[in-house]
């Protein structure tokens, strides 16, 4: 077993104690924390935002999908709006990790939001709607990941979870528009 003494990037147990001790009012946010924290309870309220108005856009469209095939849609948004809701949940929680409060008034919110809410429309339109929004949301994540990168972790890792399940969502819309279609929109 190596000597604690020769991991110099490892800070002593003592010292770590003490750290602990203080500031304890800021919860988990230590001073080992690199990031920006107004930064990142910014970024992460745009992220609060874009997954709200995800969810209002899959929930109207499932209300109001009609057609042939209109029942396997309707329930493929639906579970789109509940996974979309947890994304949610998850940046709001992270925000009050960081010491902010979580932005959900609906004033504002498209404006504060990456996605856009939709028109509606017919089947199509909907399935078309909610690819564009997932692949919008796709690069957003990807350069916030880029921005938190060893910085902050915890946010880093969440946002890559969110995006695994946001390359699922446009997936699942492409397969549907190739379904009806017969041919790949996408190359």
């Given at each position: ?41 910014d970024l992460l309220q745009t992220v609060v935002a874009t997954e709200l108005v995800c969810v209002l856009r899959y929930t109207m469209h499932s209300i109001s999908v009609e057609g042939i095939t209109s029942e396997s ?115």
């Amino acid at each position: 077993m190596a000597d604690a003494g020769e991991n110099t990037f490892l800070t002593d147990v003592q010292t770590l104690r003490e750290r602990a001790k203080k500031a304890i009012e800021k919860g988990a946010l230590t001073p080992a924390y690199q990031g920006d924290v107004k930064t990142a309870i910014d970024l992460l309220q745009t992220v609060v935002a874009t997954e709200l108005v995800c969810v209002l856009r899959y929930t109207m469209h499932s209300i109001s999908v009609e057609g042939i095939t209109s029942e396997s849609v309707r329930a493929e948004f639906a579970t789109h709006a509940k996974e979309e809701r947890a994304h949610m949940m998850w940046a709001a929680e992270r925000i009050d990790q960081l010491g902010g409060v979580p932005n959900l008034s609906p004033e504002g919110l498209a404006t504060r939001a990456a996605s856009e809410y939709g028109t509606g429309g017919n089947l199509i339109e909907m399935v078309r709607q909610n690819l564009v929004a997932e692949r919008l949301v796709i690069e957003h994540y990807r350069e916030l990941i880029r921005y938190f990168a060893d910085h902050d972790p915890t946010t880093r890792i969440m946002l890559e979870k969110i995006l695994a399940e946001e390359e699922e969502h446009a997936t699942d819309m492409h397969d549907l528009l190739v379904a009806h279609e017969g041919r790949p929109f996408l190359s």
